[in-house]
């Protein structure tokens, strides 16, 4: 079944909703111009579709009523002429915006939770917006269109805003806008601008319905740089602020803004690891240096082979990983030893690396929304390969465990919705019966009495895990059942579940269970943790016929477990 979406407007959108619907089953809109109503009623036909993503690609003159009161402006600007620019600045305010505070102020009432809401930001065009004699008002009122879109964001952590003018800009005005289909019925866009707008309304609904990819991992010699790092002192490396330099440096430009959305970055190099190391570390027109990249294999190995390595080092799946590498041959190696990775084809030439790693972003990295816990990738990763190393200097695995010095911390789920949603949803190979839930329906489920919910925060002597594992127990039947437990892939392996889950049998037993139940369901992608209650002690009590499994144990006669393991607080 395809997700249910809805395309509100104040112009005419029938030609992208006739292209969306090839795709998606499309809210069935009334004309246009009446987006605010439609919300606002909660008898409409749009209340009883329930998209799951509604856009809202709104025209921002058509808001303003094509009044822009140019005699207003000035006037206010001559009045507050001594109050300085902050002053200045609120007395536009006051005088061009009642029309903008009252669509922002009627939409904060319109966001529903459970639903997502992509509003568009703003470009102002129309035949009169030629004849301003300032040209700065336009950008003013974008801002301010800009700046309402940021406090509904602010407000809801379901409101998204949909890159109107990133796509006008690409195409230019005068691709862009037709006063001929605008004076014939409403229609602002041209076709080329309609596809454009579906395009990216399919991405999004991609983004806020798929799982991301988490690591990209890049060669270095002609993939950072033109030229070979070993070679330097003969052929000068092409890294500068000039010609082919610039393309490759702008390339490693996007790479570092990737780090700071959540991307973790890695090298796969064919090369002397001193050689590279002293490029990335001296070269004056490095953007990226040793501290951005996670992870490194720099020697002389098959790549799919440092690939593998580094799955396991950082405890993800292969299909977490996209690869990124100048060579047609060590491309297609990994693409037939690893079908899992994701090798995206290299560009042609160095000036066109920078936007294909924009368009590689989107497509495989992009989230609808970043979290703290996204921008602290990189970190938090980092530190997985220190621990790795402690791992094989320690050699004993019960010592490697208890010089972690693992805490851990039981959190309150409603003050953590968010990330609770995104855990439940997003979790794959630690995650028992792979249920998924929409942030109205979480928000039921926490506050529902006969269900109980637990979140656990992880850290270590290296560093802080953050939000991990997450479960959902049912204490409607004869005994509580485990009706859903996840744990981020990222503390895998070091039997942190055996204290999550002993503290959830400590706190039921408390509350006067004698028993817990739980269940397994497999999929393509849980195997790991198929014997998770078998290895923890409980007894299989059935099996169904694809698989799935339920689980039992007393309470009382539960085994001890996960010595290693303090808690935070109280537990």
């Not at 301010?144 to 690409?170: K, T």
């Not at 030439?349 to 970043?370: H, I, N």
């Amino acid at each position: 079944m395809s997700e249910k979406i809805a395309v509100l407007s104040n112009v005419n959108m029938s030609y992208v909703i006739r292209l969306l619907r090839k795709e998606y089953q499309v809210y069935d809109v009334e004309g246009y111009g009446n987006e605010l109503g439609i919300l606002m009623n909660g008898q409409s036909s749009y209340h009883a579709f329930a998209p799951k993503i509604t856009f809202l690609i709104v025209d921002l003159l058509e808001v303003l009523g094509h009044e822009l009161d140019l005699h207003g402006i000035l006037t206010q600007e001559e009045d507050t002429g001594n109050l300085g620019e902050s002053g200045r600045e609120e007395a536009r305010l006051c005088v061009t915006l009642p029309r903008l505070r009252d669509w922002f102020g009627q939409m904060d009432h319109c966001i529903l939770p459970g639903r997502i809401y992509y509003i568009s930001d703003a470009w102002l065009w129309g035949p009169e917006t030629g004849a301003l004699p300032e040209a700065e008002l336009p950008q003013y009122l974008e801002t301010q269109w800009l700046q309402g879109l940021v406090w509904l964001r602010q407000r809801h952590e379901n409101v998204r805003i949909f890159p109107y003018r990133q796509i006008i800009g690409s195409l230019g005005e005068e691709n862009s806008f037709s006063l001929k289909t605008w004076y014939l019925g409403k229609i602002l866009h041209t076709s080329e601008a309609q596809k454009r707008l579906a395009e990216e309304i399919c991405r999004l609904v991609e983004t806020e319905t798929g799982v991301p990819k988490k690591v990209l991992l890049v060669d270095l010699d002609n993939t950072l740089w033109g030229g070979l790092a070993g070679e330097r002192e003969h052929t000068p490396l092409e890294l500068s602020e000039d010609h082919r330099g610039l393309a490759y440096k702008n390339a490693q430009r996007v790479l570092r803004l990737m780090t700071q959305s959540g991307v973790v970055l890695g090298i796969v190099s064919k090369n002397n690891e001193e050689d590279a190391l002293t490029v990335i570390r001296e070269h004056p027109h490095m953007v990226l240096r040793e501290e951005d990249f996670v992870i490194r294999r720099i020697n002389w190995h098959p790549k799919h082979e440092n690939i593998r390595e580094i799955a396991d080092s950082l405890n993800l799946g292969l299909d977490a990983m996209v690869f990124w590498d100048d060579s047609p041959a060590e491309r297609e190696l990994v693409r037939q030893m690893l079908p899992q990775v994701e090798v995206p084809d290299f560009p042609e030439s160095p000036e066109e690396l920078a936007s294909e790693l924009v368009k590689l972003y989107k497509m495989y990295f992009r989230k609808p929304r970043l979290t703290a816990e996204d921008r602290e990738k990189t970190r938090q990763y980092a530190q997985n390969e220190q621990r790795h190393q402690l791992e094989e200097q320690v050699g004993d695995f019960a010592q490697y465990l208890r010089r972690l010095q693992i805490q851990a911390e039981s959190l309150d789920p409603e003050r953590h919705m968010e990330r609770l949603v995104q855990l439940v949803n997003k979790t794959n190979q630690f995650n028992l019966t792979t249920l998924r839930y929409s942030l109205e329906e979480m928000q039921k489920i926490v506050a529902n009495s006969s269900k109980r919910v637990y979140l656990y925060r992880v850290e270590d002597c290296f560093g802080d895990y953050g939000i991990v594992s997450a479960a959902i127990v049912d204490l409607t039947g004869e005994a509580p059942l485990i009706e859903e437990w996840v744990m981020s892939c990222r503390v895998m392996g070091k039997q942190v579940e055996d204290a999550l889950l002993g503290h959830m049998e400590t706190d039921l037993l408390a509350a006067g269970y004698g028993q817990l139940r739980g269940r397994y369901v497999p999929t393509a992608k849980n195997r790991p943790v198929e014997q998770l209650y078998d290895r923890l002690g409980y007894q299989m009590v059935a099996q169904g016929s694809r698989g799935e499994k339920e689980y039992c144990i007393l309470l009382a006669d539960r085994p001890h477990r996960a010595d290693h393991v303090t808690w935070m607080g109280h537990v």
